[in-house]
């Protein structure tokens, strides 16, 4: 079956359709990462987006009820190059077509996904329509043109879970620990932290949720946090009460700048708790910390991206996935740059100069990507120590 | 860290000859390195022995020694030079056995320098099994089981643990020699047995089998700081079980997720830091149970390698520019990278195509050798290909591979019979993936396959996919349609079935380039030519369109001008009005065409560039500078057929094209090429034709009174007899379709002569067998010149140590000549400008002579680069094919300031390597068909210690004193009555079988006596196995049925003692001898050799 992808610019991309019909609209983005797309389609800092895979072949190992962080797909459209309806992979469950199909998202294959990057490069993310049942290319760019965009849109409110609840071992990290056990080495450092036991203490931590991706939950769970998830129209009154050793902020989707109530409820929490903020969380942290954000001309989304740690001076090779950014140059003196993007120079961490409180831009718990920065889960445990 | 100041000169080794499992990737990595370390400002001392490399060319280093690649010789250099530090991780696993041996013994303590990039700790600890093996348990990571031993008493024992089947690894063997997968005891015994003989440390690895396993390699690096990136991964297609080198390999991985690729990064950052390279590149195999995901670390190689060169190509990462750097003490985070010119080094590439890399073997000139692909590794080169899917970039790596496949084709294995299948599948070989192609063809579903081969489904499905599209182009109603396009006339009447079946044709012809199919293999499917496809689809608006490497899969703006064809919506290369020239090179290195022509097509870019051309470069080769994208201004990583180059040739509309540097795979194009309009510069194709063509060359030889050897065309065997009769026997046969001395013979009598009809060639009318008469004991000559057109200058001229009849890549040769008289001199040049003038050469031109009886003959004429350019250029301190590129390009020799011949004051000779300890049980004698993967130089002022050099140099230390094995045919008894009197004389002691032990008795010469095989014990083979013989001189009779000489020659290889079967091979050793007895030898740099020129 045909599908038309059209650009807000008037571009068009026809190509075949996978996964499921219809019709969808969002903001067209890139990502460079090689491996790891169910990872991708499932993390909730993509909604509102078409993703474009820059990576040619996709589907190659299939799907797995491990790989996901979160309920399901979150985006809202998918774009390959070549989609390969054979799977090949010991832990495979389903074809990348079957699994989108369930879950109701369109794909595209077969379209020149390099053309389709350059041109969101050059001019920069721009909104799409995505679209198996209306084929006419000027339609489509109409409806791309008028879709609203994400600045301003609080994306978080379609992604936050509806009530608190507590994050069990059992979830999901087993599912994933057990099969790479299973398989490998007698002493492993499978699990996906590096060759770490879980420490035996336990920390309380509340988990404001714009949108956790899995992996964090599973990351703060092997370093011996007990995680409350929590919705994001909680308040600092509301966490406070709970009495937890740390509040750590989510990943999410959009632009921080609407989601004012959990600006309010950081500020709240300044100063009265460790904070450990990732993506949005740390840009939501920087706006209450008294910073401005900005939108990124076509975002950093892949696995390859260098940061360096100022404080050692080493880099990290980091997972990123993000399209606005907290401008380095706003930040009030209260706060240190920890980390900056080698590519761009952009701000990528930062730490109070008087509070345990720090963020980091990318993403230390990978998934996909490496594992370079997963010593930040242990930082945020020893801070929880040290107060 | 910014760069160390406490170093100022490095010394840098090179890998030596190319040999198999040691091409041109290190020429690449070593020259990488210089370019980058000078341009910091140190001085750099070179040591390589290999004449053919870019590296060894003077501007690369300040003092370059083409000297012996040896522990005894590299402190000669250390002595001279004193550097402060050595770089030991570029130059292959010579180089860095080399390093260790210098470190070990201490010779690098005693004159303070420095190991770089990897100490020796690290070295060892990466190269040491046990060390090794302990080092992964410590951290935590499974190897498979295993066991050491020395002896084999000690693998017996290790066996009972490990059971069958098991590998056998010898330890600091190159691309694994002598390795191998025992299935029995039987051979598991022969097998650790001839392991033991091949190990320098005498030490085997006795290994778990992970056969039927994935096989996976990563590229990793590190700095100074600690920080450590994964270049580049990469899948092999075959399983475990058949060597990387000898695999079908993709980059990047594509079969496993995210979650198993971050736990094998994780591994190899930790084993890269356990074993403690400092600095620099390192490569890391692991193998993964396809049905659990169980991974093993199987091996790691703490320098750059085969594989990091195709990582740097594949992902446009420089891997050993960047080791050098970081070995000097900058961090990954202080190189820019040069790509994207604005983001740094420190990353890791992320691309947005598929790289396939497909080896190229050369079985055929090793006929008798088992064809199972092993351990070990057999092949001699290797193509790569960028498309944007597998099926595009394996079909693009097909027709690269210039094997006459233009894809995967229909092949005449599509007949094999059902039954034969599945050994064929299942017992790795050179064709399996034809074979998994006629199994798809015939319906074998893809778990069968899977079954017999291992290799992963994924890979089988898209074989499948292009199997089953093509049976869709085949299908009646698709030929309909395709056929009446073609024809054109044939669609009728209406407009709108002509745009009808336009659109239908359109979209088949469409997928079928987005498939990687060639405009061959279509015109192949529909019975016409590829230019019939062309047209078709050119009408049609289907053209190849150029993607960028660009590292960071359109992230970043790309700098560097690297692309790949594609068959997509947007072409991204934007051609310069600039004047440009472009070069086509060698393709994949095989026997008879490797390193010295990529040196050819370096050179043509490197001049060009300086005379204000644009450069254009098409190669497929991953291991060669030439697809450095640092030495044209635009590199195309294209398969070298019309096709593709046509498509290169129509988007940058270059001024010219220069086919007659690369060897014979641009030649071969330069016909159809200049039909389509492609201006060739240099000699023109009809010229070359005219040299090639055996009656037009006779014409212009008869024309300027040169002489010939008499020989005659047969189309069948019945009339080769006659000829060959007339002749005279022994006569030289050979096909009149291949080059390179393919399938050519020395014929001795008519029995092997119908045996040669019969066997070797299928002779036609199409197809003659041309028959000469052989020349015996004549003295062969090669001549480089070049020529503007008018004025021609000899570049140089080599004599032969062997007589003529020996394929001159395979003999050892003199520049100058050492025992030509001036007149002899005088006529080879006076006939070498006649044969330029006539020929109207315009560039190189290489000509071969055989003199006898003081006649000249001319055997070859090659208005060409040929394979000794780099060689003479070297001796001679000219760089002969860099101005032979700016008179093609329209300069004369005046204005490139080369009027006048050279002749040096000093000797050089070039020797040839073999590749027989790969080829077991294949014939080992030399002959009109090349065999040498590589060649040394040796420089001195005296003739027999410059042969003492290169023999030296290829890995044969000449003995001072011994024992010395003499047998010889009857007819050469006479000669080697003054060779075996000079032994004795220098102290020698003879071995001699009973005829040769009376010559030599009535000569006054005392032997030890050996009896003939098979006549009593003890024979030479016991001598030989004992160590208790030093030097062999064993001339073959030329009779093919007396198999004991073979074995000789094979056993002397094997357990590496000297063995020459030429008397005039022996002459030359034994002078060798003498001058090495006479004093110790010295080592001097090429820019002082060039001095003494001036």
């Known amino acids: 079956m045909t599908a038309i992808l059209a650009l807000a610019d008037g571009t068009i991309f026809e190509g075949e359709q996978f996964g499921a019909t219809g019709e969808t609209l969002g903001e067209v983005v890139f990502n460079t990462s090689m491996t790891g797309y169910q990872e991708v389609l499932t993390d909730p800092s993509y909604k509102g987006q078409i993703v474009t895979m820059t990576y040619p072949l996709i589907g190659n190992y299939g799907c797995n009820e491990a790989d996901v962080e979160s309920i399901g797909p979150q985006v809202e459209g998918f774009v390959v190059r070549e989609y390969s309806a054979y799977y090949s992979n010991w832990r495979s469950k389903w074809s990348l077509d079957s699994y989108l199909s369930e879950h109701g998202i369109i794909g595209i294959q077969g379209i020149d996904t390099r053309a389709l990057t350059r041109r969101l490069r050059v001019h920069g993310v721009m909104n799409g329509c995505l679209s198996t049942e209306d084929l006419n290319p000027k339609h489509l760019v109409e409806k791309a043109k008028a879709w609203r965009g994400l600045v301003g849109w609080d994306l978080v409110q379609r992604v936050t879970c509806p009530s608190s609840y507590a994050w069990q071992k059992s979830c999901q990290s087993s599912v994933i620990s057990r099969q790479l056990q299973e398989g490998s080495v007698t002493s492993t450092n499978i699990s996906l932290t590096e060759n770490r036991k879980p420490k035996t203490e336990n920390y309380k931590v509340v988990a404001l949720d714009f949108g956790i991706k899995y992996n964090i939950l599973r990351q703060l769970t092997e370093h011996g946090c007990q995680v409350q998830v929590v919705p994001a129209k909680t308040t600092a009154e509301e966490i406070l009460a709970a009495e937890p050793d740390g509040v750590f902020l989510s990943n999410g989707p959009g632009d921080p700048m609407p989601v004012d109530y959990a600006i309010e409820t950081i500020q709240g929490l300044i100063g009265k708790k460790p904070l450990f903020g990732i993506c949005l969380g740390h840009q939501l942290l920087g706006l209450a910390l008294g910073g401005k954000t900005f939108k990124l001309k076509f975002g950093h989304r892949g696995a390859n991206q260098p940061v360096k740690h100022l404080e050692t001076d080493r880099v990290e090779i980091t997972s990123q996935n993000h399209g606005f950014c907290v401008d380095i140059d706003s930040l009030p003196n209260s706060v240190d740059v920890t980390h900056i993007n080698l590519n761009d120079d952009t701000l990528e961490g930062i730490q109070h100069r008087a509070y345990p409180i720090f963020s980091v831009q990318y993403h230390p718990e990978a998934s996909p990507g490496p594992h370079d920065a997963s010593y930040l889960f242990s930082r945020f445990t020893e801070m929880m120590d040290e107060c | ?1094």
């Open chain 2, 1 to 1094: 860290m910014p760069k160390r100041t406490d170093i100022e000169k490095i010394l840098i080794i090179g890998s030596g000859a190319i040999i198999i499992g040691q091409a041109c990737e290190f020429d690449y990595s070593g020259t990488q390195a210089c370019k980058a370390l000078k341009e910091e400002g140190y001085e750099i001392t070179l040591v390589n022995s290999n004449p053919a490399t870019i590296m060894t060319d003077p501007d690369f280093a300040d003092q370059t020694y083409i000297e012996p690649i040896t522990a005894d010789t590299v402190e000669l250099v250390i002595a001279k030079e004193r550097p402060q530090a050595l770089l030991p991780t570029l130059g292959g696993q010579t180089a860095l056995n080399v390093s260790v041996e210098l470190a070990e013994s201490g010779v690098l303590e005693k004159y303070g320098v420095e190991l770089i990039g990897a100490k020796l700790p690290a070295i060892q600890k990466a190269e040491d099994r046990a060390l090794f093996k302990e080092a992964m348990t410590k951290i935590g990571l499974a190897v498979p089981q295993s066991g050491i031993a020395h002896s084999v008493q000690e693998a017996l024992a290790i066996i009972e643990q490990i059971g069958f089947p098991a590998i056998i690894r010898p330890a600091f063997t190159l691309g694994g020699t002598g390795g191998g997968i025992a299935y029995n005891i039987e051979e598991y015994e022969k097998m650790v047995t001839a392991g033991l003989a091949l190990s320098p440390i005498s030490e085997l690895l006795i290994e778990e089998s992970v056969i039927g396993w994935k096989e996976f390699e990563l590229e990793v690096m590190r700095d100074g700081a600690d920080n450590v990136v994964i270049i580049c991964s990469i899948e092999n297609v075959d399983a475990m079980g058949v060597h990387t080198g000898d695999s079908i390999t993709v980059a990047p991985i594509q079969t496993l997720t995210d979650k198993e690729y971050q736990l094998m990064r994780d591994s190899a950052i930790k084993i890269i830091r356990e074993i403690g390279v400092d600095t620099g590149g390192s490569n890391i195999q692991f193998a993964v149970d396809p049905k659990t995901g169980k991974q093993v670390v199987i091996e790691m190689n703490p320098r750059v390698s085969r594989s990091s060169a195709l990582a740097s190509k594949a992902t446009g990462f420089p891997i050993a520019k960047i080791a050098a750097k970081l070995a000097v003490g900058y961090n990954l985070d202080e190189i820019p990278n040069d790509i994207t010119a604005e983001t740094p080094a420190c990353f890791e590439p992320t691309i947005d195509y598929v790289v396939v890399k497909i080896p190229r073997w050369a079985f055929e000139k090793f006929q008798g050798t088992d064809e199972t692909l092993t351990t070990q590794m057999k092949s001699v080169g290797e193509a790569m290909a960028i498309g944007r899917t597998f099926k595009e970039a394996l079909q693009k790596g097909l027709r690269s591979l210039e094997t006459g496949w233009s894809g995967l084709d229909n092949h005449p294995l599509d007949a094999l019979p059902l039954s034969e299948l599945p050994s064929k599948l299942s017992i790795p070989n050179v064709k399996r993936i034809f074979y998994i192609k006629a199994a798809l063809a015939r319906g074998m579903s893809i778990e069968e396959i899977y079954a017999y081969t291992h290799i992963d489904p994924f890979f089988l499905y898209n074989l499948k996919e292009i199997v089953d599209f093509e049976k869709i182009l085949s299908e009646p109603d698709t030929r309909q349609h395709i056929e009446q396009r073609l024809q054109g006339s044939g669609i009728s009447h209406a407009p709108s079935d002509y745009e009808t079946n336009g659109a239908v044709t359109k979209k088949l012809l469409h997928q079928a380039k987005q498939f990687g199919f060639s405009d061959r293999q279509l015109g192949d499917i529909y019975d016409v030519s590829e230019e019939a496809i062309r047209e078709c689809r050119k009408g049609l608006g289907i053209e190849a369109t150029f993607k960028t490497v660009d590292t960071c899969a359109a992230e970043f703006e790309a700098e560097t001008p690297y692309y790949y064809s594609t068959c997509s919506s947007e072409d991204e290369v934007r051609p310069s009005d600039k004047p440009k020239i472009m070069i086509l090179g060698g393709g994949p290195n095989r026997i008879g065409q490797g390193i010295e022509f990529d040196y050819c097509c370096v050179h043509a870019a490197l001049a060009l560039k300086t005379d204000g051309y644009e450069t254009i470069m098409v190669n497929s080769n991953p291991e060669t500078v030439s697809t450095d994208y640092d030495t044209s201004d635009r590199l195309y990583f294209e398969p070298l057929t019309c096709e593709d180059v046509l498509n290169i040739y129509h988007k940058e509309k270059p001024s010219g094209v220069i086919v007659q540097f690369g060897g014979q795979t641009p030649l071969n194009l330069a016909l159809s090429l200049k039909d389509a309009g492609v201006p060739i510069i240099g000699t023109s194709p009809e010229d070359i034709a005219r040299s090639e063509d055996r009656q037009l060359f006779k014409a212009v030889l008869d024309d300027i009174g040169l002489m010939q050897s008499p020989n005659g065309t047969a189309t069948s065997s019945e009339e080769a007899a006659p000829i060959a009769a007339a002749l005279g026997y022994p006569v030289i046969v050979r096909p009149s379709y291949v080059l390179g001395g393919r399938a050519m013979q020395i014929v001795y009598d008519e029995e092997l002569l119908h045996e040669y009809m019969q066997t070797a060639v299928q002779a036609s009318p199409e197809h003659p067998v041309l028959i000469d008469k052989y020349l015996e004991e004549a003295i062969e000559v090669d001549v480089d010149a070049i020529s503007d057109g008018n004025l021609t200058v000899i570049g140089g001229i080599m004599e032969h140590i062997e007589e003529a009849g020996i394929h001159s890549g395979d003999s050892d040769c003199v520049l100058p000549p050492y025992t030509l008289v001036d007149e002899q001199i005088e006529n080879l040049k006076t006939f070498t400008y006649a044969l330029a003038k006539a020929l109207r050469v315009r560039g190189l031109m290489n000509v071969q002579y055989a003199i006898k009886n003081d006649e000249i003959y001319v055997l070859e004429v090659n208005p060409r680069a040929s394979r000794t350019i780099p060689f003479v250029s070297k001796a001679i301190g000219v760089p002969l094919a860099k101005l032979a590129a700016r008179v093609m390009a329209g300069k004369t020799l005046a204005e490139v300031g080369f009027t006048r011949e050279i002749e040096p004051a000093y000797f050089s000779v070039k020797a040839p390597v073999f590749p027989f300890n790969r080829f077991p049980g294949s014939n080992t004698r030399l002959g009109p068909e090349m065999k040498s993967t590589g060649e040394v130089m040796g420089i001195d002022t005296d003739v027999s210690r410059a042969f003492a050099k290169a023999q030296k140099a290829c890995g044969y230390t000449l003995p001072l004193s011994g024992k010395v094995f003499i047998s010889v045919k009857n007819k050469d008894k006479r000669a080697i009555i003054f060779i075996a009197k000079k032994l004795t004389d220098m102290g020698f002691e003879l071995i001699a079988t009973h005829g040769t032990a009376k010559v030599l008795l009535r000569n006054g010469m005392e032997s030890e006596l050996v009896f003939s095989i098979g006549k009593g014990r003890p024979t030479i083979h016991d001598y030989i196995k004992n160590h208790a013989v030093d030097l062999i001189i064993n001339t073959p009779t030329g009779d093919l049925h007396r198999p004991n000489e073979l074995l000789i020659r094979e056993m002397a290889i094997a357990h590496d003692i000297p063995i020459f079967s030429t008397i005039p091979g022996a002459a030359a050793a034994v002078n060798a001898i003498d001058a090495l007895q006479r004093g110790d030898i010295t080592v001097t740099p090429l820019q002082d050799y060039f001095q003494m020129l001036q």
